[in-house]
Every structure is written in structure tokens, then in C-alpha cells.
């Protein structure tokens, strides 16, 4: 099986849970952890193991400085110039800069944000780095051994983005999928499945084969930093059903599941 892919966008949701406390003081820490995250479990990342320098002389440009200080801006190619604005609101973080910055605000009001933007995510010391190693270790994200970090194979339960809108595509996709999400494979294979598949396997967590109305779903997920809306869950529920999981449904009680499933 192939390395698993961290390709999650930088949501409050997220960024609240790698800060560890408040996001308003440790926001330019979570927004690296992301981008460490992100190139770590890139799509051609190896596992083979990785000593610090071994990252930095594949993050940096080759003419980074390998001292202990804070970098002087020696290449604007390389990743210590580039602002936490450009590296947030790149076209490939999939990040609305108006929307995220509502969200943030909302969540954790923050005076000097655009201050903050500006400045060079990566331009920090070698001790700042290698203390964000160090909670990504005991986040769960990396094993270390003998001053080498190794990649896990299952990532730590983190607050997934999940899907909003269910269009017909991502409907007939769940209907088409839901025989192998009911199958033990699925599970171990869940950290690589797409998003759409891992929200409906969160949901599958919450069931049993007692009911709960899908309003109640909500606030259980929103307990554990996950907000989806009902009628999403209604409709994702209803396309599993459709596909063949054993589900059932009472206007009155809500879903259940008629049989266990992932451990027959």
C-alpha cells in the first residue's frame, strides 16, 4: 500500500488543533506544522527515514544558511523568504483569502493579522524548527529514533475538512463505494480513501444500532471540532443506504445501523 497523503487545506478547524492552545498566540507555528505536513506526506514523499538536515536540504534552496540564527534574505526562491500570505493564499492551498480571514476573526479575533501575514513564515531559527519536529512528534505525525524521524503509516485523528455540498457526482460515487466502505478493508485503508469517503466513514463511527436523529449527529460532531450540516448528513446517509449499507431510518428516531459493520 502506498504512503498516505496529507493534501488537507488550512482550516481554522485544523490550524486551532495543531496550535495546541491559543491559535491568536501560536498561529505562525500551526501554519508551519501545515506546510510541514503537507511536504512530509507529499504525493512523492519516500519513507524512508529523514534526519533534519536530510529535510532541510530538500526544503530549502541549496544556498540556505545552516547556522543557528534567524536567515538574512539571501534568494527569494527559497521557502525561509516566502511570507505566510504567500504561502496561505497560493492558488494551490484552495484557501478564499476573504473567507478564511472571516473565519479566523470569527473564531480567534486577531488585531495584528496583516502584520503577521507579512512576515517570512520559514524565517525563524534552527531551535524553532526543530521544536515544530518536536510536536509533530507528539501530535503523533512522526516516530524518532536515533535523531532520525520516521513516517507513520495511520494518521493521528485530526478535524478533517469534510464535505458541504453534496452534488449527483459525489452521490453516485458513495452509492458506487458503499459495499467496500462497509468491508474491514476499508478501515485500513481509510487514511488514504478520498474526502468524501472518510466523511461518510465519520459518520458510520457515530452509529450503532440504537437511533440518533442526524441533529443530534451534528452536535456530537461539533463536540469534536467537526461542524457539517444536517441535511448533508441526511443526504450522505441516504446514498450509503442506496448502495446497500445496512441502514435504516425513522422520522421520529432517526438512522441507525441494522448489523455492526468492520467487524464481521
Known amino acids: 500500500m502506498s504512503n498516505p497523503v496529507f493534501s488537507e487545506r488550512p482550516t481554522i478547524a485544523l490550524l486551532q488543533w495543531l496550535a495546541r492552545g491559543s491559535l491568536k498566540q501560536n498561529l505562525m507555528r500551526a ?46 526562491k527559497c521557502a525561509c523568504a516566502k511570507t505566510t500570505a ?21 473564531h480567534d479575533p486577531i488585531t495584528d493579522l496583516n502584520e503577521l501575514l507579512a512576515q517570512r513564515l520559514f524565517g525563524v531559527t534552527r531551535r524553532s524548527l526543530n521544536m515544530d519536529f518536536q510536536i509533530l512528534v507528539e501530535l503523533g505525525w512522526l516516530k524518532r529514533m536515533n535523531q532520525k524521524y520516521y513516517r507513520i503509516e495511520t494518521f493521528p485523528n485530526y478535524p478533517i475538512e469534510v464535505i458541504q455540498d453534496m452534488d449527483t457526482e459525489v452521490a453516485q460515487k458513495l452509492r458506487q463505494a458503499s459495499q467496500f466502505l462497509k468491508s474491514p478493508l476499508a478501515q485500513k485503508a481509510r487514511p488514504y480513501l478520498q474526502r468524501s469517503y ?15 436523529s442526524s441533529h443530534d449527529l451534528v452536535l456530537r460532531l461539533k463536540n469534536k471540532g467537526i461542524s457539517i450540516h444536517h441535511q448533508t448528513i441526511v443526504q450522505i446517509l441516504r446514498a450509503l443506504r442506496e448502495g446497500g449499507m445496512p441502514l435504516e431510518s425513522d422520522k421520529s428516531k ?11
Open 198 to 212: 472518510q466523511t461518510a466513514m465519520m459518520l458510520l463511527d457515530e452509529l450503532d444500532q440504537e437511533p440518533i
Open 31 to 76: 501554519m508551519r506544522l501545515w506546510v510541514l505536513l503537507r511536504f512530509i506526506y507529499g504525493k512523492n514523499a519516500e519513507s524512508t527515514p529523514f534526519t533534519y538536515a536530510n529535510w532541510r536540504d530538500a526544503f530549502f534552496s541549496s544556498n540556505h544558511p545552516k547556522g543557528e540564527e534567524i536567515p538574512a534574505l539571501h534568494d527569494p
Open 86 to 106: 504567500s504561502v496561505l493564499f497560493a492558488p494551490d492551498t484552495g484557501i478564499i483569502e476573504s473567507q478564511w480571514r472571516a473565519a479566523l476573526q470569527a
Open 254 to 264: 432517526g438512522w441507525r445501523l441494522t448489523r455492526t459493520i468492520w467487524h464481521d
